[in-house]
């Protein structure tokens, strides 16, 4: 049944699987391409036994993000974990008391996402971590290692931004001194585990339908249990000692501690990975671009002795705009989440529109970011400067990281870390396309858990170090300015 003042519904030619087979066919832009055939702020598409309510328009989700007790994200976080963690019933249980917040934000869920948030908002524990994250990006990065990776001369720019952030953040959040992910079997374990996922999450006999990602989900489990009978969290970040207090007050077996982490290594990593790959081939792919960030980074270099550079990178990271301005426009262009609630209890939104308990609500940021209503003509278009002269923009129209109260707490850590992977690379390394002397652009796929597009083929190139920064020994700090900060 359908109410009169829901969203629309749009009809389908399909009996019984309604919008389904076109969802699975054309993945999110199917969205786009209903929202611009009716162009409507919200609608309504039917699939079996249930419905989904499509938003195209930022007002309209300031409005639900007010909502979001009863338009929540939180049914999400308890389908993840019951489909890929294996939970015991009494985590499951936990994690699912209270979704309404009705006693307040008490609760396994709202206080390990609070913690999550105190421990990775911009302070000293997240300039702990990224002090640590930084440490492991320059050993990588550093010309003995880069050669090394160059072996045959070629580098997959993918698969090798993945090598030296998955080390890089793991590090930073579980700590240098015991970190799972030293081990490469844990490394391919946990990427099988992405590869997988569609089939594991179908949680219906993994054995069998996917004996690789299972056998991979087990192995990454054991190297977490290893890693907590060996007292892990204590040597690791704030992060994972902040969820470890929460969990132990909740009553969570270390067995479900362990398994949770693999939602804490997904968020970390999934995202960042191909996001700092996008950035790299951006300004590589672009003189112009290229030579503007190099002139405007270089002036945060410090040269006090003959042949030694540093750079501090909370102060390019802060003073560096374009710098910024990049990072964001890189994310807008290649985003493609949904930001999934579902709506727990009938609610009005905008006084206009009934949304029914039991639907499902997503917010397709590729469609919003699209919208040449909100970002101009250029919508379509990569541009490195649109954030430095972007007229203002609504918040909630900038969807890469989410917004209201499921924003990806992980935000302020992944600009920090993408970030200095461009500051590493600039002032040493060329890179360029290993095939012919110009860039293509890719082709590119979406990933059902991802929120970030990634090319269909990885991006071959060569990377060789510039002739001025041979010889020259560089060193990359992070001393933060905590008076900068407070003002
Ligand atoms: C470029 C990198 C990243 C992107 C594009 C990204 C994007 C997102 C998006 C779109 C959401 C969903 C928000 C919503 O639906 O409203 C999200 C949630 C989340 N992200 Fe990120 N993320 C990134 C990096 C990180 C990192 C580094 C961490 C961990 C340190 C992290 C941890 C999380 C967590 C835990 C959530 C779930 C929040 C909740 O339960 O409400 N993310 N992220």
Not at 25 to 53: C, D, E, Q, W
Not at 254 to 264: A, C, G, I, P, Y
Not at 307 to 323: F, K
């Amino acid at each position: 049944s359908h109410g009169p003042n829901e969203p629309r519904l749009i009809p389908s030619r399909i009996p019984f699987f309604g919008h389904l087979p076109g969802m699975i066919r054309h993945g999110s832009s199917y969205y786009g391409m209903i929202a611009k055939k009716h162009n409507l702020p919200i609608f309504t598409l039917g699939v079996p036994k249930s419905k989904i309510y499509i938003v195209t328009s930022p007002q309209l989700i300031s409005a639900i993000d007010r909502r979001s007790k009863t338009i929540s994200f939180a049914p999400y976080v308890v389908q993840f974990a019951k489909r890929m963690l294996k939970p015991s019933q009494h985590a499951i249980e936990k994690l699912g008391e209270n979704l309404l917040e009705e006693k307040g934000p008490v609760g396994l869920r709202p206080e390990t996402l609070k913690a999550m948030h105190d421990s990775l908002v911009p302070g000293p524990n997240l300039d702990a971590i990224s002090k640590v994250m930084l440490r492991g990006i320059s050993t990588y990065l550093d010309p003995a290692s880069v050669q090394e990776s160059s072996g045959s001369g070629r580098i997959r720019l993918f698969e090798w931004t993945r090598r030296f952030v998955t080390r890089a953040s793991t590090d930073a959040v579980y700590g240098p001194e015991k970190n799972p992910f030293h081990d490469p079997e844990v490394y391919d374990a946990f990427w099988t585990i992405d590869e997988q996922f569609i089939l594991l999450g179908l949680n219906v006999l993994p054995g069998l339908i996917t004996p690789r990602g299972s056998r991979a989900r087990k192995l990454f489990f054991d190297a977490m249990h290893r890693y907590y009978s060996e007292d892990g969290p204590s040597t690791a970040s704030a992060l994972i000692r902040s969820r470890h207090a929460v969990s132990l007050q909740h009553g969570l077996s270390q067995t479900d501690m362990e398994h949770f982490n693999l939602s804490v290594s997904y968020g970390l990593l999934v995202n960042t990975v191909p996001t700092a790959a996008w950035v790299l081939y951006h300004v590589y792919s672009d003189e112009s671009l290229l030579a503007s960030l190099r002139r405007d980074i270089g002036a945060f270099v410090r040269r006090e002795e003959e042949a030694t550079a540093s750079i501090n990178l909370p102060e390019v990271i802060a003073g560096c705009r374009l710098l910024d301005s990049l990072v964001r426009e890189v994310l807008r262009v290649h985003s493609t989440n949904a930001s999934g609630r579902v709506v727990l209890r009938d609610t009005l939104i905008d006084d206009r529109y009934m949304l029914k308990e039991g639907a499902t609500l997503l917010t397709p940021s590729a469609e919003l970011h699209r919208n040449a209503d909100v970002w101009g003509p250029t919508a379509s278009a990569f541009d490195a400067g649109r954030f430095l002269g972007q007229k203002k923009v609504p918040g909630s129209a900038y969807r890469a990281f989410g917004s209201g109260a499921s924003v990806c707490p992980g935000r302020f850590f992944a600009t920090n870390e993408i970030s200095a992977i461009l500051v590493m690379m600039l002032p040493r390394y060329d890179v360029s396309p290993a095939h012919g002397r110009s860039w293509v652009v890719p082709k590119t796929k979406s990933h059902i858990t991802t929120s970030i597009m990634t090319p269909v083929e990885d991006i071959e190139v060569r990377i060789t170090e510039r002739e001025e920064a041979k010889g020259v020994k560089w060193t990359f700090t992070w001393e933060a300015e905590e008076e900068k900060r407070q003002d």
